[in-house]
T-cell receptor, first 113, second 111 residues
């Protein structure tokens, strides 16, 4: 079972460059999420998608855009990367139906120089 | 603002000991509760859900106190492999972003 797959695992960018983080889940979940995790800050929600075709801002959306391409895929785009976006990014999907359990991808470690 | 608070630790515990830590939440309407485990530089993974009556999974026991709005996790006979960060997660309901994560408690099991 693949679960939630994120690519790439590592990325180094220069300030001002753009990139897209890819996420796909094969569990037929409706809801998908993007988080960033910084030391001492815990997981912070960037954007989420409750269902195909909908996206909403989370706690820290500035500097990011998302696309829910279909039920499986939810991508995160940095249009002009900044050093403050150096972080570990996690994608997750949510199993509802009274369970509300999130499943996470392995993460993308991004450094912006 | 929905908040989930945890003692960040670290808790340094000898192997074989029992360790417990708590998590408090502010939203009294919260509906579901979980403990996740996160190993260094890895993704969070579900350790166990927390049920109203309390529940046990091997060496792990989770308790919920709705009146005082806290959740606890007890680990018995701790193993070196239990070293990790334990995240308290609360589902407040009412929307897809209803999950709120604590910042985690860092546990170090020492030989």
């Amino acid at each position: 079972n693949a679960g939630v797959t994120q690519t790439p695992k590592f990325q180094v960018l220069k300030t001002g460059q753009s990139m897209t983080l890819q996420c796909a889940q094969d569990m037929n979940h409706n809801s998908m999420y993007w988080y960033r995790q910084d030391p001492g800050m815990g997981l912070r929600l960037i954007y989420y998608s409750a269902s195909e075709g909908t996206t909403d801002k989370g706690e820290v959306p500035n500097g990011y855009n998302v696309s829910r391409l279909n039920k499986r895929e939810f991508s995160l785009r940095l249009e002009s990367a900044a050093p403050s976006q150096t972080s570990v990014y996690f994608c997750a999907s949510l199993e509802t139906l009274a369970k509300n359990i999130q499943y996470f991808g392995a993460g993308t470690r991004l450094s912006v120089l | 603002r929905k908040e989930v608070e945890q003692d960040p630790g670290p808790f340094n515990v000898p192997e074989g000991a029992t360790v417990a830590f708590n998590c408090t939440y502010s939203n009294s309407a919260s509906q579901s509760f979980f403990w996740y485990r996160q190993d260094c530089r890895k993704e969070p993974k579900l350790l166990m859900s927390v049920y109203s009556s309390g529940n046990e999974d091997g060496r792990f026991t989770a308790q919920l106190n709705r009146a005082s709005q806290y959740i606890s996790l007890l680990i018995r006979d701790s193993k070196l492999s239990d070293s990790a960060t334990y995240l308290c997660v609360v589902w407040g309901g009412g929307g897809a972003d209803g999950l709120t994560f604590g910042k985690g408690t860092h546990l170090i099991i020492q030989p």
